[in-house]
């Protein structure tokens, strides 16, 4: 597994995480790699409630606050 990992460019191991912050970065890291182009990333960051990094689009960081990342209701849902 260890000639795998290296030759993917995988050098950190697991098995030295000393604290839950540690894990969160290696984990985002890795969920990064491997969700790329399916659109998933943006839910990770917002479910973690982690800055989400900025494209080409954007300047900065964007904060994954309600007013950044919630969508409004339809019209036709809150008329009801």
Known sequence: ????????????KFDNVTNKSEFIDLLVNDARREFLGEGQIFYMYKR???????SSYYSSDILPTDENVVLPKPDSESNI
């Open 48 to 54: 973690l409630n982690r800055l989400i990094p900025a």
């Open 1 to 12: 597994m260890e000639l795998v990992k290296k030759g993917r460019g995988i050098s950190k």
